[in-house]
C-alpha cells in the first residue's frame, strides 16, 4: 500500500533530496516550500497522510505549520526535520543532514509505513 507524504522545506536542493529518498522509499510524495503552500495541498489532498515539515522556514515556520496542519486533519501523522531547532511539542524529529537508512528507520518507527 502506498502512502501519500507531504514535505515542506524552503530550500529547494534540500526539497529535492527529501522528495527523492521518499520516493526510494516507495511513498508517493508531494513537496511544498512554505506554510502556507502546505495547508493548500493538505486542503486539496484527502490523501495525504503524513507530513515532514522542516521547522526553520521564513513566515510560518513547522512547528506553527504542525499546530495548524493538525486542526485541519487530526489523524496525519507527522514528522519534524531540523538542522538547529530543538525538539518541541512531543512530535518526532530527525536532525538534518539525515541518511536514507535514518530516514528509511524513523519513517518506519514513527508512521509504520514507507
Known sequence: MSHTVLVVDDDPAVLDVIV???EDLGCEVISAQSGPDALGRLEQNQDISILITDINMPGM?????AELAKRVRPELKMLQLSGREPRRGGLPM???PFSFEELADIMQRTTGVC
Open 20 to 22: 527523492g529518498m521518499l
Open 61 to 65: 515556520d513547522g512547528h506553527e505549520l
Open 94 to 96: 530527525i536532525r538534518k
